[in-house]
């Protein structure tokens, strides 16, 4: 499974960004996909989840209401809309997939930075 992420950049806070992760390869094999963060100096942070099947979706609560992710099963891809956006949200933004043997496949990231 590949994943390549785009949509990054620099936003004002307040303002919106919509990150997109294109799948290809093994992507009937997928369970679900995810968007995780990692901030200078910080852990990695997991933010939102989808499960392919269902689209079942979960979020940490700081993006809770602010962020949306979703999926088009028929193009192969995640998004992560981004709204409300605040300084604290600056970070490389990580697309992933995990498949039916619990395997993750990480792409290349994209970074958000969120500043006046």
């Known amino acids: 499974v590949q994943l390549v992420e785009s949509g990054g950049g620099l936003v004002q806070p307040g303002g919106s960004l919509r990150l997109s992760c294109a799948a290809s390869?093994?992507?009937?094999?997928?369970?679900?996909m995810v968007w995780f963060r990692r901030a200078p100096g910080q852990q990695r942070e997991l933010v939102a989840t989808i499960t392919t099947n269902t689209g079942h979706t979960t979020y940490t609560d700081p993006v809770k209401g602010r962020f949306t992710i979703s999926r088009d099963n028929a193009k192969n891809t995640v998004d992560l809309q981004m709204n409300s956006l605040k300084p604290e949200d600056t970070a490389i933004y990580y697309c992933?997939?995990?498949?039916?043997?619990?395997?993750?496949?990480w792409g290349q990231g994209t970074q958000v930075t969120v500043s006046s």
């Open positions: 390869g093994r992507i009937d094999s997928i369970m679900s």
């Open positions: 992933g997939a995990v498949d039916t043997t619990l395997t993750n496949y």
